[in-house]
């Protein structure tokens, strides 16, 4: 496909990146945090660190790693923590000591946590102490040597650092007793690592930086692999679309999505350290009004997010009077951004709500509207500097222009394959380099590409994917199911929910009882919120249920019902 798009990209963009410019993450990082030492890197409730500072703990907490937990370039360091200031340290720090990061989300439950560490063959971890009951309960069946322990105030100026981890364990009530005897304390390990040399560790681009979890048509979580290379080629890519303007020292980044997932982790993290940003953390973004009450601290310049928050966020009271005197870039992603919120948005803060593209598997970003781009599209935007992409049939070949097909991405940033699982490697690849993505799109003739619909049968719940045959497998263990199926609801709050169509084996079984089994075993966001009891589910010829038959009738149905009706099931 001609790249039609270069036309159209914003002054100052360039038409390809040089991922050479570093030969690694923390070559990356480490440059911004000599050429910007004194300027802020973080803040998290109150308190500030200096990409100074943040150097200076991250060696601490390398050197502790290489010395005293004796790990060895390769091995796999799992990062179960919300956004504080501990995460931007372990991170640096990890890499520093030439470790791939496997990032984990804190709410998972003692399953998904097992197959995640077992998968990686992870030998530590960092987590918070809200969720060492979790790991507590799985470790004995992981690899894990080396267990590093945090409270949320750990790296909080004092006094505030005691009365947070005081009000949390004692008067919240949010740190379930836990025992891990091999656990040590982070601020511990950071206080002995500053005594302890740091051993210069040789990373190439070939070297995993990440292993990222995500699912795919089997279910089954699994790594895709993240190369050195991948993740310093986005980041450029990232940062020269959104940095012709960048101001160090005066750019202020709101993150609130968590770090763990894939956009927060490239987009804010790493992308607004290249440019010498100051960066506000925001630990619990789902206490709106509290974070409300942060955004009205700060003149920030620059906000990401998924629909979801920021429909939230225009419907809590207190933030139509937030300073939006310096918003620069309002960036939604991780799912579609709906016209009626971009639109509310623009209309009480004056500022465009922009949408981006991408996938974990190319780390992530491969598409962004320009930030001017006026009024709201619905395109997902250009393909980036170094990124092209084709529209393909279902043999693989591209189909005329402006015809609708499977959306492939090829460019630096896609990932070096999944980790041990090279036939699925193969699946998604193909002619070598260009990767399925399994979204039906287009691409018009100014080069804008647009989403009509998902070729595979993933749900998309407030950006974070759910996979139809994990959900089933836990809820078909309910000794009541005889046959089910996960399909995607349209949800107002959510963008999409999880629904389950049931043949029941016990007749006596409720909605209400299999959707509290399933949140037992699964992740909030995965657990299904709807159930409908059929007599049968549709399939094909040879018994494969029809997922997609399925989510059509479901579609249909819920047209000719009310909202009460649909809250109902």
Known sequence: ??????????????????????????????????????LPAYTNLGTTITYAEYERSARAFAAWLQHTAKLRKGERIALMLPNVLQYPIALYGAMLAGLTIVNTNPLYTARELEHQLVDAGATAI???????????????????????????????????????NFALRRIRKQVPPWEIPQAVRFNDVLDNGRFLPLEPVPLNHDDIAFLQYTGGTTGVAKGAMLTHRNMVANVLQSAAWVGTEARPGRDVVITALPLYHIFALTGNCLTFVKLGAHNILIANPRDF??????????RFTYISGVNTLFNALLNTPGFAEVDFSALRISLGGGMAVQRAVAERWQQVTGNVLTQAWGLTETSPAACINPFSQQPFNGSIGLPISSTEISIRDDAGREVEPGAIGEICVRGPQVMAGYWNRPDETTQIMIDGDWLRTGDIGRVDEEGFVFIEDRKKDMILVSGFNVYPNEVESVAAAHPGVLEVAAVAQPDERSGESVALFVVRKNPDLTAQELIDFCRKQLTGYKAPRHVYFRSELSKTSVGKILRRALRDQLRNELLQKSPAEVANH
């Not at 911004?32 to 030492?37: D, H, K, L, T």
């Not at 009004?289 to 700060?298: D, I, T, Y």
């Open 1 to 38: 496909m001609k790249k039609v798009w270069l036309k159209n990209y914003p002054a100052g963009v360039p038409a390809a990146i040089n991922p050479d410019e570093f030969r690694s993450l923390p070559a990356l990082i480490g440059a911004s945090c000599a050429q910007f030492a004194e």
């Open 126 to 164: 960092v987590v918070l102490e809200n969720f060492a009951q979790t790991l507590q309960g799985i470790i004995g069946a992981t690899q894990l040597r080396t267990v590093i322990v945090t409270g949320v105030g750990d790296q909080l100026s004092w006094p505030k650092s005691a009365m947070v």
């Open 289 to 298: 009004p509290a974070f409300v009450a942060e955004l009205k601290k700060f």
